[in-house]
């Protein structure tokens, strides 16, 4: 049977480490948004010099475990003498800093492949449209080439937002006290495990479902050019005639 008093005894704090879950999430998504926009530029140009180092850039991170990179900024650089001698310690002994650094630089890496297949899949038409209207590289990415590519990047970035929200649960290996760490410590002190696991099961089940109704409303608004027009009213059908 579950032991519901500890269910409801446990809520205060599982509510203080939602906080900490959403606000971790918010900030690593943002950042990495702000930063893969232009990566993803420099990803899809034909001068070497910019796209190469983007390229490695994601392979490394894609290519290797979060988790791994977490442990590599918060334990590892601790062991380097000229981080703990510089003004640099003052953040890297921060678990806060740490934990951002790790998802934003994560985060970035996905989101920015993700926007430039998204500017590779612009229709040629479209580009081709703007330079004989004599737009400049700049005005070209600024009002065609970012705006579209970005609408059309909202389903895959959707999945990245909830995979990062799902890999928040790795926050707590460095001492940050959110949902997973919360759920943890119920466990710690109660033995009570599907009390404590199951809870946070059910707020991670809600926040995934939240984050997807929010992207399909997204993608409702700045895709509805895209999707099919079957519906046909007869106030259509009539003018139509």
């Known amino acids: 049977m579950i032991d519901w008093s500890v269910v409801v005894g446990s809520l205060p704090d599982f509510f203080a480490g939602l906080k900490v879950t959403l606000l971790l999430l918010a900030i690593s998504l943002a950042s990495g948004l702000l930063l893969s926009v232009p990566l993803a530029v420099a990803r899809v140009s034909p001068n070497p010099w910019l796209a190469k180092p ?19 900024i918060y334990y590892g650089f601790a062991q380097i003498e000229f981080i703990r001698e510089s003004v640099a310690w003052n953040l890297f002994r921060e678990a ?22 998204a500017l590779r899949a612009t229709p040629h038409g479209e580009i081709e449209a703007a330079k004989s209207l004599g737009m400049s590289n700049f005005d070209l990415y600024r009002r065609i080439l970012l705006p579209s590519a970005l609408r059309r990047a909202l389903p895959q970035y959707s999945n990245e937002a909830v995979g990062m929200m799902h890999a928040t649960a790795i926050a707590s290996t460095v001492t940050l006290v959110d949902l997973t760490r919360v759920a943890r410590d119920v466990y710690a002190n109660h033995l009570a495990t ?26 409702r608004r700045w895709l509805k050019h895209l999707r099919p027009q079957t519906d046909v009213t007869p106030a259509d059908a009539v003018i139509a005639k």
């Open 96 to 117: 806060w800093f740490c934990a951002w650094l790790a998802f934003a630089i994560n985060t970035t890496a996905y989101t920015t492949e993700i926007i430039a297949g």
């Open 54 to 72: 983007v390229w490695l850039y994601t392979y490394v991170i894609r290519g290797t475990p979060l988790l791994v990179q977490l442990f590599i």
């Open 194 to 219: 599907v009390e404590a696991f199951g809870t946070v099961a059910v707020f991670y089940f809600v926040l995934t479902f939240s984050l997807i109704g929010i992207f399909r409303l997204a993608e």
